[in-house]
């Protein structure tokens, strides 16, 4: 019953922090796919040493520190240094990330706000792309055009998604 | 390396700079230009900045859900709003946005020109209801479409049209005298009395839990054929495109048919089905304590013909064995297989103390994945709610192609997520089922779904020989 309830509270805690971890993750190793595998075995880590976390303390930097560590064992399993950034770098960005997390939830607010006025094209296209998940030679061989062309037009998309939103930000007054 | 520079990039290299950012998360840059961009990361903070927002913009489009515009916008994709929290897992209370706080603001601004349209204090009134419970959007508007957004702790008199307007949206209306009526996803709910709780259900689905109500002022649910006199009693009531129906779990309820100027009396566990020239009278189905469905049989009667209910398409897993239809819905956290049957079929089956659910499964790609089950209750005139739900522990690893896998688990390792408040006891409804697969979408394949009772005190994977 006891352990009924630590897993409860460990979905509870874990669910509200869990695209938090990802961001975080993604930021050290950006590449989705490995991003995943690491935070699915960051998350385990997390519920095995549950039974150490000071309930009195906030979960997220308690998490952090175990996905940190997850992304340099993963790095190092894989060497991935070679590939994405180096140590030094990676631990500027971690750091980065963590001081400006008050900015970066203001601009995923005013994304929200951009999504929803972008027109039917462009939201058809990141439907297909995101939310079903075709990838990006699929989608461009199903509309007959080549893979390049469509990463510009996305390429195109993600452009406008960031300017609105730091034209967003920039009018509550954060400095960019 | 030395410590990360502090100097202002060009307008050329910040748009360079897009370029190469879209091309990483693309899996499209080349060594020389990840080269170039570790440069441009490690001189320049805006540039990692620049990056951050990417990972963010990455994160916020991979939790895209598609959803429908209101019928009156025709068939247009929109984006809804993008929650930061997955709904498999204990849904967390919603936070208000500033966005949400200044809809309720000006609410308040605009209640004070519409005559009571909208009224935040509270008097001892019987016709008077709070909202107890929000969930997602819920909007009442006045006659000129003026719309405003509500909360827990609102309260509604007369003349006002309440929204449930979109899918996972609902909201609870407790008045004075103890009564509780339910408004579910989708739904529109009309109230023009002030002396009398006469609501018009326009469409979608309610429940209710009625106190007693005086003599010659009870409460009436309107639909557009038919009118239900309530005195006090529980009941669900759901208005579909082409019939209304109205379930009674607790007393009687009187049901007038408005075109056949007919009534009838709708006892506990029955419910009826109002068409537009006639009702049907029947026994709310009790359902079994033991199921399976193994695909292998013929196709069903239900599932012959279009392969549609109620106009929704309806697929099934590709790749699963047999006929057996299920629902695929593409949500935040992954595509959605809901098996289950059409209405008017007895539901699938109730779960017990000791009930087990077993299923098999296949994921056809080496990825790490992670498939949840959720069941949900299934009772005629009442929207499905979520009741269990299995997350964590033994249903992830990495798919094998071709490989079979069965999974049996006891209900004590499925995660109660509803509140528990109005809940029905276990045995009394029937349950459907919800697979959902993460990270290896669409990939999921089913087989065989079966529901047995005792045998099985913790979760079971096993390969399928």
Redesign the interface.
């Known amino acids: 019953m006891a352990e009924r309830v630590e897993k409860d509270e460990f979905a509870a805690l874990y669910s509200r922090v869990h695209l938090d971890l990802l961001r975080y993750i993604l930021t050290l190793l950006p590449d989705r796919h490995q991003a995943e595998d690491v935070l699915q075995e960051t998350a385990r880590l997390l519920w095995q040493k549950f039974d150490q976390f000071d309930q009195e303390r906030p979960f997220l930097p308690w998490a952090r520190k175990f996905a940190y560590f997850e992304v340099l064992k993963h790095r190092k399993k894989y060497a991935i240094r070679t590939k994405y950034f180096a140590d030094e770098l990676i631990e500027t960005i971690a750091t980065e990330r963590i001081e400006k997390d008050e900015m970066f939830e203001a601009g995923r607010e005013a994304l929200n706000d951009c999504m929803a006025s972008m027109d039917e094209k462009s939201s058809e296209l990141l439907i297909d792309r995101f939310s079903k998940g075709i990838a990006l030679k699929e989608l461009a061989a199903r509309q007959n055009r080549t893979a390049n062309s469509l990463y510009l037009v996305m390429h195109r998309i993600r452009q406008k998604l960031i300017r609105c939103v730091n034209n967003k930000l920039e009018s509550q007054g954060w400095a960019l | 390396?030395g410590a990360?520079s502090e100097k202002l990039m060009r307008a050329e290299d910040y748009d360079y700079l897009?370029?190469l950012?879209?091309?990483?998360?693309?899996?499209?840059l080349s060594d020389d230009e990840?080269v170039i961009l570790?440069e441009h990361?490690?001189r320049y903070?805006?540039a990692?900045?620049?990056?951050?927002?990417?990972?963010?913009?990455?994160?916020?489009?991979?939790?895209?859900?598609?959803a429908e515009a209101g019928a009156a916008e025709g068939k247009?994709?929109?984006?809804t709003?993008?929650t930061?929290?997955?709904t498999t897992?204990?849904?967390?209370p919603k936070p208000k946005?500033?966005?949400r706080v200044f809809a309720m603001a000006a609410g308040l601004i605009l209640a004070m020109g519409l005559g009571g349209f909208l009224m935040m204090d509270r008097d001892p009134d019987p016709q008077l209801a709070r909202l107890e419970r929000v969930e997602g959007q819920v909007i009442i508007e006045n006659g000129q479409g003026e719309r405003i957004e509500l909360g827990v702790g609102d309260t509604l008199r007369q003349n006002y049209v309440l929204k449930t307007p979109l899918p996972g949206s609902a909201a609870a209306l407790r008045y004075d005298d103890g009564t509780v009526v339910r408004l579910w996803q989708e739904s529109v709910l009309v109230n023009k009395q002030a002396t009398r709780k006469d609501l018009m259900l326009r469409r979608g689905s309610l429940s209710a839990t009625v106190s007693s109500q005086k003599e010659n002022n009870e409460m009436l649910i309107r639909t557009e054929c038919a009118t239900a006199t309530v005195v006090g009693t529980q009941f669900s009531a759901m208005v579909g495109k082409e019939r209304t129906e109205l379930a009674v779990f607790e007393g009687v309820i009187q049901v007038r048919h408005h075109q056949q100027d007919q009534s009838v009396d709708v006892k506990q566990g029955e419910y009826v089905l109002i068409g537009a020239g006639d009702m049907q009278l029947r026994d709310i189905p009790r359902p079994s304590g033991t199921w399976q469905e193994n695909f292998d049989e013929p196709q069903k009667e239900y599932a012959k013909g279009s392969g549609n209910w109620n106009g929704e398409e309806h697929v099934q897993p590709k790749g699963s064995k047999g006929f057996m239809q299920a629902e695929k819905k593409?949500e935040k956290d992954g595509v959605h297989y809901t098996v289950s049957v059409p209405p008017d079929a007895n539901g699938l089956f109730a779960i017990h103390e000791d009930s087990n659910l077993g299923f098999n499964y296949r994921i056809d790609v080496s990825?790490?994945y992670?498939i949840s089950i959720t069941t949900r209750t299934f009772q005629p005139g009442k929207p499905p709610e979520a009741v269990y739900t299995y997350?964590?522990g033994d249903l992830?690893g990495h798919g094998v192609e071709n490989r079979w896998v069965e999974a049996r688990i006891p209900l004590k390792d499925f995660?109660r997520i509803s509140d528990g408040s109005n809940d029905p006891p276990l045995g009394d409804v029937a349950v459907e089922v919800i697979f959902k697969s993460v990270?290896t979408?669409?990939q999921l394949k089913v087989d065989k779904v079966w529901n047995a009772r005792g045998g099985v005190d913790r979760c079971v994977i096993k390969a399928v020989e």
């Open positions: 390396m990360m897009h370029r950012l879209s091309k990483l998360f693309e899996g499209m990840k570790e990361l490690t903070p805006e990692r900045q620049l990056y951050m927002q990417y990972v963010d913009l990455e994160v916020e489009l991979s939790c895209l859900v598609e247009s994709i929109t984006f709003q993008i930061k929290k997955p897992v204990l849904p967390a946005t500033m966005r593409i990825k790490p992670q997350t964590n992830h995660r990270n979408n669409p």
